[in-house]
């Protein structure tokens, strides 16, 4: 009879040790991993304050850097992805309109505010300051690396839906004949950003702020035109995005997210609550971009050292 109220108490203090185990498993954030410097930035802050001074657990898994994915994720709620660090609005209107305004699934936080503009450094202002100065042959051939009578511009990574908003901009602008796009991945781009400043090189390249290459180096955007009722007409989502999609003005200035799982509302409450109550000042950004990307510290570092020097910002995020 002892045997059976021993073995009986231990299969029970088993269960309550499972049920503990999930339960503390369930309760875990995970952060996507976005490629960009400013995402991964903000995603070490978001780790950096929750396994502080919310004493709870966050983990940036490592590799889930398709946005797609991600928001596929949070939609679950199954805690395989809770946090999207950095949702560009309107480039990712396909998982707004899915997820937050469609399921409901995913809710976000107070957006800042980012530019995104096509550039040429500063000592070439004086030759290209607007894209009409682009459709002149003379100019583009100044670009042309490869030699095959088109220039090059660098209109962003492989996975990014700006990548294609920038082919469809050039399109629509009349530049295809005379211009390619360049797909490489943002390190990549960087070092050959920098050795073009160095030795005074031409490149035109697409870029956004907040981002350190504009506190590094002396560069500046080319004139749009305005943007009028029906120049902007895109969906990167179909198959046919390109031929489908046109956009012959100025991109609007975006607004941009932290988006969660509403699953943390229920899974982990105090972390739903903070992550819609993040305020973020562009300017800090920035600051954890120069340090992380510039500078070369480590993200998780400069995370930890700006949540332990700023707590009065960090309660008001939290309280």
Known sequence: MKLARNLLFGTAFSLIAANSALAADDATVKIGDLTWTGAKAIGHVIQAVINGPLDSEAVIVEGLSDGSIIAAGMDKGDGSADVYTDL???????????????AKTVGHNEPYKGTQ?????????????SVDDLKDPEIAAMFDKDGNGKGEYWSGDAGWKSTRMWQVKFKSYGLDELWEPEILPDATFKAQLKTAMQREQPILFYYW???????????????????TEGCENV???????????????ASEDASIY????????TRNPPVAKFLSQMALDPAVVNEWILKIGRDKMDPRDVAEDWVANNMDVVNSWIE
């Not at 998982?95 to 469609?102: E, F, H, L, P, R």
């Not at 702020?209 to 943007?227: F, G, K, S």
């Open 209 to 227: 702020t907040p981002e350190w290459v504009h506190a590094a180096y002396d560069i500046t955007p080319l004139d749009e035109p305005a943007r």
């Open 258 to 265: 932290v988006a969660y799982s509403k699953s943390l509302e």
């Open 88 to 102: 560009w609005m309107p480039n990712r209107a396909a998982i707004w309109d899915k997820y937050i305004d469609g």
């Open 235 to 249: 969906n990167l989502d179909k198959e046919d995005w390109l031929e489908a999609s046109s956009f012959a003005c």
């Open 117 to 129: 503009k096509m550039y040429v450094p500063s000592f070439m202002a004086d030759k290209v300051s």
